[in-house]
């Protein structure tokens, strides 16, 4: 089942910023500003995503972050990915299975929901400079 952490949702906010900033590099105090988040944790969520490659950066005076290939080309699933590893489906709530699967109270209800979580983070791709109108949070 999906496990949204802070990290993660930094990750797909700033990366839709990026988008949305296609021009420039954007320095990491203006993300953290823009998202009231903290400039060091926000700073090891770019270097995660950094080291995916889904992100370049340059230091310096005029440095900071640009995405690294097209924004329709990287989906939600690539930043969840790059910051908490593998999707993970499982089958069960428990680490330890205490029915069969075939007649396990919940059914396929986890099945199902692992599948519409991974079709869908794999199916949506950052919105281009066009679909961010105002900015992300009305701004920019």
Do not use: W
């Amino acid at each position: 089942m999906l496990k949204l952490t802070e990290a993660a949702l930094l990750a797909m906010h700033t990366m839709v910023y990026l988008a949305g900033n296609p021009d420039r590099r954007v320095s990491t105090r203006e993300i953290a500003a823009e998202f009231d988040a903290s400039e060091a944790h926000l700073s090891k969520v770019l270097q995660r995503l950094a080291r995916y490659g889904l992100v370049n950066s340059e230091r310096g005076p005029k440095g900071g972050f640009c995405l690294n290939t097209r924004y329709d080309e990287i989906t939600l699933l690539d930043i969840y990915e790059s910051i908490e590893g593998p999707l993970v489906e499982r089958k069960c709530f428990h680490t330890t299975r205490i029915c069969d699967e075939n007649q396990c109270l919940f059914g396929n209800l986890l099945g199902n929901i692992n599948k519409q979580v991974r079709d869908y983070l794999s199916a949506t791709r950052l919105p281009g400079p066009a679909g961010l109108i105002g900015g992300v949070n009305g701004r920019n």
